[in-house]
T-cell receptor, first 113, second 113 residues
Framework: SQTIHQWPATLVQPVGSPLSLECTVE??????LYWYRQAAGRGLQLLFY??????ISSEVPQNLSASRPQDRQFILSSKKLLLSDSGFYLC????????????FGPGTRLTVT | AQSVTQLGSHVSVSEGALVLLRCNYS??????LFWYVQYPNQGLQLLLK??????LVKGINGFEAEFKKSETSFHLTKPSAHMSDAAEYFCAVRNQAGTALIFGKGTTLSVSS
């Protein structure tokens, strides 16, 4: 069966510091991968998605970036965090053949101070 | 363009009462629709999906949803609420390109004893 991992689970970072969140999927090949952010009271915001290694689509311009160095690894980064980057970050995957449903990881709670 | 509207950001019911969470969608193509549940500080879990088969869809934990094309609705119901149903619920529609999901803003369900 497929599983999705995210780490760290929680993170407290000062403004201006760098960020690296990692997501890995097991038990599937060539998945579509997604990063979402969930801010308090604002629902889910799609940040990036990837259909393959090195292929990244950005949905919202901001100081975040994403990379996919391996088939089942998706990384969210920032060079300098802003207070507004605080939130709950969720990684998700889906198989190309699936009819759209995505499966989510446990999330990372980021607090920028 | 696809969009989702969830009516009511907060719904309160008593234990044993009917649960009804409303979702209306807009789609320029036959929609694929989904309901997800999120417990505090966890990722999203797929409850059920509609992918153009039966209009009444049964999901996990006793939930079901009915696709009504004429009303562009996909409301989520459960005959008898349980305390463990207290969570946030998200309705989603697949985008036209089939690459991502578009989520509603969510409905928080509270269950009182």
């Amino acid at each position: 069966s497929q599983t999705i991992h995210q780490w760290p689970a929680t993170l407290v970072q000062p403004v201006g510091s760098p960020l690296s969140l990692e997501c890995t999927v097991e038990g599937t090949s060539n998945p579509n991968l997604y990063w979402y952010r969930q801010a308090a009271g604002r629902g889910l915001q799609l940040l990036f998605y990837s259909v393959g290694i090195g292929q990244i689509s950005s949905e919202v311009p901001q100081n975040l970036s994403a990379s996919r160095p391996q088939d089942r690894q998706f990384i969210l980064s920032s060079k300098k965090l802003l207070l507004s980057d605080s939130g709950f970050y969720l990684c998700a995957w889906r198989e190309f053949s699936m009819r759209g449903e995505q499966y989510f990881g446990p999330g990372t709670r980021l607090t920028v101070t | 363009a696809q969009s989702v509207t969830q009516l009511g950001s907060h719904v309160s019911v008593s234990e044993g009462a009917l649960v009804l969470l409303r979702c209306n969608y807009s789609s320029s193509v036959p929609p694929y629709l989904f309901w997800y549940v999120q417990y505090p500080n966890q990722g999203l879990q797929l409850l059920l999906k509609y992918t153009s088969a039966a209009t009444l869809v049964k999901g996990i934990n006793g939930f079901e949803a009915e696709f009504k094309k004429s009303e562009t609705s996909f409301h989520l119901t459960k005959p008898s609420a349980h305390m463990s149903d207290a969570a946030e619920y998200f309705c989603a529609v697949r985008n036209q390109a089939g690459t991502a999901l578009i989520f509603g803003k969510g409905t928080t369900l509270s269950v009182s004893s």
